[in-house]
């Protein structure tokens, strides 16, 4: 058991602070790996599954964008999100989009085609992401 | 608290404000709205349920999003969609915060979210994204 004094007050801040930002990483992946998933599209013979990303070409799954910070975008690719998300401490500003023309439309939903809504689905859901991840640290630093 | 309940008072304030026809969830539109060109379009966009506790006997709380786009024909400005959605906005807006009381419990209004316009399949359409918490008491 760690056993705190002021003797060792700064490593003991310093454990804290890389847990903080272990726990912002591991959320944050959770949360875009979940908001990543795709489903067969319409004119593909699928059916609008809420929370999914819809696939016909791969061209949407394909064009998410990760910047931090505001910078320019620095990974595009479906699932390639991996440098933004291990770059990230806590209190960053992180932006995940997707880019293709077409993508608000599947997303909030077009003449007569409901939308897909996974990014509302994933940012809904964060808090439950967020205490899953700290549940595992919890779990893992004891 | 029934899911019902707070879908009733949710899509409820739109249509009885009477600012558009309306598309509304899993509901057959009349002639007047099939014949619209402007209209709103109402739907879920998300929603979870969590409880405080473990015990089934513990308060229940339903977070979700509620989306309604305005949608007018392609090429005549955003000035008259934003201008809808901006009465959609105050219409789940109060001060300091818009409390809807429904049976056993009552739904707390978040902060209202115009987004960005665009255009699809001859409409533009501004979705306005309205944040609850629905809270059994």
Known sequence: MTRFTFANLGDWAQKEKRIRDAIVAQATNDMIVGASRTATGVSRGGVVKQGFVPRMDGTLAASLVSTLHGSTAITQGEGDFSMVVGSMRAGDRAVFAWTAPYAKAKNWGYKGQQGWHWVEEAANNWPVTFNAAAARARAITG | ?137
Do not use: W
């Open chain 2, 1 to 137: 608290m029934k899911k019902n309940a707070i879908t009733d008072a949710l899509c409820g304030r739109i249509d009885t404000a009477d600012i558009l026809p309306a598309y509304m969830p899993n509901v057959k539109p009349s002639d007047e709205v099939k014949a619209a060109t402007t209209y709103f379009e109402v739907t879920f966009a998300a929603s979870r349920t969590q409880r405080a506790g473990y015990n089934a006997a513990s308060v229940r709380q339903e977070i979700g999003i509620l989306q309604c786009v305005v949608v007018v024909p392609d090429g005549g400005g955003v000035v008259d969609a934003e201008g809808f959605a901006d009465n959609i906005e105050t219409l789940f807006t109060a001060s300091p915060i818009l409390k809807l009381s429904i049976t056993g419990g009552e739904i707390i209004i978040g902060t209202v979210d115009i987004k960005t316009g665009f255009n699809a399949d001859g409409e533009y359409r501004v979705p306005v994204h309205i944040p609850y918490i629905a809270n059994q008491t």
